[in-house]
């Protein structure tokens, strides 16, 4: 399995940026699906970004154009660079991964994410 951590959540003004990381305990090169999620108060958890192994990437139509999904093999390390970022981002941010080697999700702990109006 793999253990998963992610970091760079914070305070941010509306259309400003940020850079989530997710460290994972292994290498990453042959996890099938990298993702990240988020969870608002009172709403469930939806995806928001996800990469495969083959490069495809998959995004929820309400952060297309703003947020970027990118592996780094060599770091074992997954990003999500968030731009222009809006009040409705506010959420606590998951990482996830997906893999055969596995049952089941992985999800790291989470990271805080709140945008000002």
């Known amino acids: 399995q793999v253990q998963l951590v992610e970091s760079g959540g914070g305070l941010v003004q509306a259309g400003g940026s940020l850079r989530l990381s997710c460290a994972a305990s292994r290498s990453i090169f042959s996890i099938d699906t990298m993702g990240w999620y988020r969870q608002a108060p009172g709403k469930q958890r939806e995806l928001v970004a996800a990469s495969t192994t083959v490069g495809r990437t998959n995004y929820a139509d309400s952060v297309k154009g703003r947020f970027t999904i990118s592996r780094d093999n060599a770091n074992n390390t997954v990003y999500l660079q968030m731009n222009s970022l809006k009040p409705e981002d506010t959420a606590v941010y998951y990482c996830?991964?997906?893999?055969?080697?596995?049952?089941?999700?992985?999800w790291g702990q989470g990271t805080q994410v709140t945008v000002s109006s």
């Open positions: 996830r991964a997906d893999s055969i080697l596995w049952v089941g999700p992985i």
